[in-house]
């Protein structure tokens, strides 16, 4: 491992707070002992330490992934803290006290006052002396009988559930990351619409996120019952900062039949500067298995965060009639690299796919779709289209498209489309003479781009995250 | 600088300009006053598309010399876009197509850029439909034009019917049309020429880039320059682009003691 990125993989520590709770932070590196610890810091049902043991000795037995289209230096996973106490965030008096840089994003992306003063760490009751919130919304979705809490609330309060369906998507040795993830994950979000009830409100992580800090090994398992449906909103537009280089976090999605879960996700993770300098690595394993008959599971995603990206989320379609979709918009800027894309696995009859990806390169960054379309033996008349755009900012960005389709059943259907575009001098030349400058000509280009993916975003997220994205390619171009 | 004439809109003195490392623009003159349409005729190649992208401030040209005056201010060192938001219009030879981009709110956003930069009113959604369409009715345009991306999949001719569209809307002080006639059957021609005829008058002018006297038939112009590797080698009345129709270009090419480039 690299000297720098040592110094990285450490930075927790530079802030002196290992000193002060030494108690509570584990010593560097990973053993059966590192996560008895974990475990029974958290006093966790014996159940749940098997759970990380078992994952722990398979990851011992696998080697991390090599096939992406990304380059980073070897992570020493000994030089890692794998436990420190939940430490809730500073919470600064007022927003005068707030880093103006951020504010000033705030502004650009027109994030509303009182999600402002919360992103940035000020006490919101401060500013705004309402009644919280994320009580009244707490409270509304608690009378229809839906649990939304932390990860390890839902261990406690409702351990069978969690026993239930825990790694039955994703299993603790599914891969080098979810194992990972598998044996030491700190916390994360558990969501459980009961049989017949529709969310009265799109999900926000947003109401959690300044509770306490996730760590770098997140964890979300959110099941719908049957007949239930859920969106669910992961992250924010808002740039997020991070100490820990390495994250790497599971996602597992369980639809019933006729149920239906929309995940939509904005990454905004901090990117390393414009030199490739910094930033997280990010490497989540997201999977939904639409295991009931005409279940849905639908992921949209805008990346535009993070110096790595390695993520694929995807749909196991195990019911009859169940539909897999991905929608999917990668940015990627100075020396970013993101390899992302899908995989539909098509188990039943009737089952259809569509995935609809587009990748914008800019700077010297690398940005690449890779996507599985598996049409299983038992998938009868099963449909999946494709449809993989890229579009390339300047001559010194990539992208790559990577398509694997099995076909084992004769009457399945298979489509893909991909294309690449260039956003060429005298586009922009044009724009001009009409008096309209580079980045609004950019702004209005990439939207066009994005335009099928942005639909599916709930609204005020589509509208942040049209910002962001033009905000996320400032100065890279003219 | 203000030049003590105010009637003078454009002026182009000695203009040298290259491509990569090549000169294309080699001593170019012209003097445009208001009220006035001149027409620059002459061979492929001889440099008049790269005087329009000159004049526009195209990026992939390097002016090496001269001076260029619009409204008395020296715009040399302008981006294209004050340029445009300046008054000072292009409509393309080979419009470029925006994959993407609906043609509707591409206008919208280019009208009310240049309304905001004249104080004026910028319209919402609804109102630029209503205007935008009664514009369009002038040209003969289908309303469809609006919700496809800008100029994607467009015929040559619907191309440059966006073009004179977008003039009307944006009613610049200078207007280069580079062959805009080349693409258009005769029918088109004439409801062209008559938007463009529409929108002349004694405050603004128009330079008509083109090929063949047919377009002139029908947007008489004050002067006819021809252009030849670079400069304006001859300048004179609307008589000049018939006598170039009925000889060629032969017959004035290489007599150089004729070219002025200046009105008398
Ligand atoms: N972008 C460019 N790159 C290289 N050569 C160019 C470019 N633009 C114009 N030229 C050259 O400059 C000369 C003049 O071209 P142009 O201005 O298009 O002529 P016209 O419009 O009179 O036909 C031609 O020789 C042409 O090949
Ligand atoms: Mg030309």
New binding site residues.
Partial sequence: MSVALQHLVNQPYKHGFVTKIESDTAPKGLSEDTIRMVSSKKNEPAWLLDFRLEAYRRWLNMTAPAWQNVHYPEIDFQAISYYSAPKSKKKLASMDEVDPELLRTFEKLGVPMHERAALAGVAVDVIFDSVSVATTYKEKLAEVGIIFCSFSEAVHNHPELIKQYLGTVVPPGDNFYAALNSAVFTDGSFCFIPKGVKCPMDLSTYFRINTEESGQFERTLIVAEEGASVSYLEGCTAPRFDTNQLHAAVVELVALDNADIKYSTVQNWYAGDENGIGGIYNFVTKRGLARGRNSRISWTQVETGSAITWKYPSCILRGENSVGEFYSVAVTNNYQQADTGTKMVHIGANTRSTIVSKGIAAGHSNSSYRGLVRMTPTATNARNYSQCDSMLIGNKCGAHTFPYIQVKNNSAHVEHEASTSKIGEDQLFYFAQRGIDAEEAVSMIINGFCKEVFQQLPMEFAVEATKLLSLKLEGSVG | MIRADSSILLEVHDLHAN??D?E?LKGLNLTVKRGEIHAIM????????????VLAGHP??RMTGGEILFNGMDITSLAPEERARAGLFLAF?YPVEIPGVANDQFLRLAYNTVQRQRGKEELDPLEFDDFVREKMKLLDMNPGFLDRSVNEGFSGGEKKRNEILQMALLEPMLAVL??TDSGLDIDALRIVAKGVNQLASQDNALIL?THYQRLLDYIEPDYVHV?EA?RIIKTSGKELALELEAHGYDWISGDKTRASGVQP
């Fill in positions: 491509v990569e090549t294309i002459g061979l492929n190649g001889s440099g008049k598309s790269t005087f329009a992208k992939a040209y030879q580079d062959e880039v252009m670079g």
